[in-house]
């Protein structure tokens, strides 16, 4: 099953596609084909309207991921259905956060990126069966490649750089952060808006 789910993602998100090609949804709002949108952050104010009131590439990965778990919540235990349904959010939001990696951000890009997860994770917790798991904080436990697409999100949806150590610090007082300075790192440096010396400079790290 793994396979196919890696391939729902590769699809949705336009994997085979090289930087700015196969995207629906440009600097400036232009558009071709609904049909095939495909991940892209690198919004202004036209592109991000007209990716809110547009089907983006999340809502068709849900639907398509929906085809391979059904069956799964079907024909196998709750309590198993819940491991294996994990399991493969799992190997998506792996794929998702290679996807993300190769993405470059403005700051309504990030505030899309926030939309579309929100929207994967609820959906998650709509095809698990323990009640348990409707929390964030358990189900994050249980999967914890879906807790860093969380706190990539909230990374990358800081107002100014100076809260980057703040958010840390109170996310893994929580114990609720499993990103190194490393991850930080890069993730910061695919806001556009963000200069990399500063970046750099916050988290101390040399180039």
């Known amino acids: 099953i793994m396979p196919r789910v890696r391939s729902i993602v590769n699809e949705c998100v336009g994997q085979e596609s090289g930087p700015g090609s196969g995207f629906t949804t440009v600097m400036g709002g232009a558009t071709t084909n609904t ?3 495909k991940m892209n952050y690198y ?4 592109a991000y309207e007209m990716a809110q009131i547009s089907e983006g590439y999340m809502t068709r990965l849900c639907q398509l991921l929906d085809e391979v ?3 799964l ?5 709750p309590r198993l259905s819940d491991v294996v349904i994990l399991g493969l959010v799992g190997g998506a939001s792996k794929r998702l956060e290679a996807a993300i990696k190769r993405s470059q951000f403005t700051a309504l ?12 994770i609820n959906f998650v917790k709509d095809k698990v069966d323990a009640q348990d798991l409707t929390s964030n904080m358990t189900l994050y436990k249980s999967c914890s ?22 958010l840390i610090t109170s996310s893994k007082r929580k114990k609720m ?7 930080a790192k890069a993730f910061l440096n695919l806001r556009v808006d ?10 101390q790290i040399s180039d």
């Not at 807790?147 to 100076?162: F, K, P, S």
């Not at 990399?196 to 400079?201: H, I």
């Open 145 to 166: 490649p879906l807790a860093r697409l969380a706190q990539i999100t909230l990374l990358m949806n800081v107002d100014d750089l100076e809260d980057v150590l703040d």
């Open 43 to 46: 919004l202004d104010d036209n």
């Open 69 to 71: 778990m059904e069956p």
């Open 177 to 183: 952060w499993d990103l190194n300075l490393s991850d």
């Open 109 to 120: 890009g990030a505030l899309a990126l926030d939309s579309d997860i929100r929207y994967f």
């Open 73 to 77: 919540r079907v024909y196998l235990a």
């Open 35 to 37: 049909n095939t949108v």
């Open 194 to 203: 963000f200069e990399g010396r500063k970046v750099n400079e916050l988290l």
